[in-house]
T-cell receptor, first 119, second 116 residues
Framework: AQTVTQSQPEMSVQEAETVTLSCTYD???????LFWYKQPPSRQMILVIR??????QNATENRFSVNFQKAAKSFSLKISDSQLGDAAMYFC????????????????FGQGTILTVHP | DAGVIQSPRHEVTEMGQEVTLRCKPISGHDYLFWYRQTMMRGLELLIYFNNNVPIDDSGMPEDRFSAKMPNASFSTLKIQPSEPRDSAVYFC??????????????FGSGTQLSVL
């Protein structure tokens, strides 16, 4: 079974600075997706960024980028030029795409990291 | 499309009562997920369906929990009898594995369940 671990329950950053959130995962599969989701106090789940396992290039979305290390099974999120609106709970998630496998399509989340942004 | 629709948004009930949570996925999505979120355990996958068929229910806590998907546009999560430790936010989410949607998982707004 796949597992996702976020070892940082809480992180904080000064406005305009950069912060990195860590995520590791465990899988025996080779075809999968990784995601970062943001959950603000409104509790709505918002997709921040997505990485395909077969792509070596790290995904980037504006101020958000990832450092995907497939061999190390590591998937960290870097937020540059942090803004007050970035304050939220961030979840790392894994989704299986191993066709024919029993976990095909299954999406597993980490425990989450609460990010505080100080003005 | 209105997105994933969950009802009710809030539910307060007494221990021992039956609770039914409802979800309408986005039309055309063939995967539906039920998650539970608590402070202690984070976001847990309870069960997920593919084409209305339960694929993995290993996250369902115990026999008091049951989920059904009678058709592609409706799913229920039932707790009978409910207990205070079931208090949580329950999310429904839907998606497809169609790359045109970028594998995006769409969440409902959740049901805040309080069992007194």
């Amino acid at each position: 079974a796949q597992t996702v671990t976020q070892s940082q329950p809480e992180m904080s950053v000064q406005e305009a600075e950069t912060v990195t959130l860590s995520c590791t995962y465990d899988t025996s599969e080779s075809d999968y997706y990784l995601f970062w989701y943001k959950q603000p106090p409104s509790r709505q789940m918002i997709l921040v960024i997505r990485q395909e396992a077969y792509k070596q290039q790290n995904a980037t979305e504006n101020r958000f980028s990832v450092n995907f290390q497939k061999a190390a099974k590591s998937f960290s999120l870097k937020i540059s030029d942090s803004q007050l609106g970035d304050a939220a709970m961030y979840f790392c998630a894994y989704r299986s795409r191993e066709a024919g496998g029993t976990s095909y399509g299954k999406l597993t989340f980490g425990q989450g990291t609460i990010l505080t942004v100080h003005p | 499309d209105a997105g994933v629709i969950q009802s009710p948004r809030h539910e307060v009930t007494e221990m021992g009562q039956e609770v039914t949570l409802r979800c309408k996925p986005i039309s055309g999505h063939d995967y539906l997920f039920w998650y539970r979120q608590t402070m202690m355990r984070g976001l847990e996958l309870l069960i997920y369906f593919n084409n209305n068929v339960p694929i993995d229910d290993s996250g369902m806590p115990e026999d008091r929990f049951s989920a059904k998907m009678p058709n592609a546009s409706f799913s229920t999560l039932k707790i009978q009898p409910s207990e205070p430790r079931d208090s949580a936010v329950y999310f429904c989410a839907s998606s497809s594995l169609d790359t045109s949607t970028n594998e995006k998982l769409f969440f409902g707004s959740g049901t805040q369940l309080s069992v007194l």
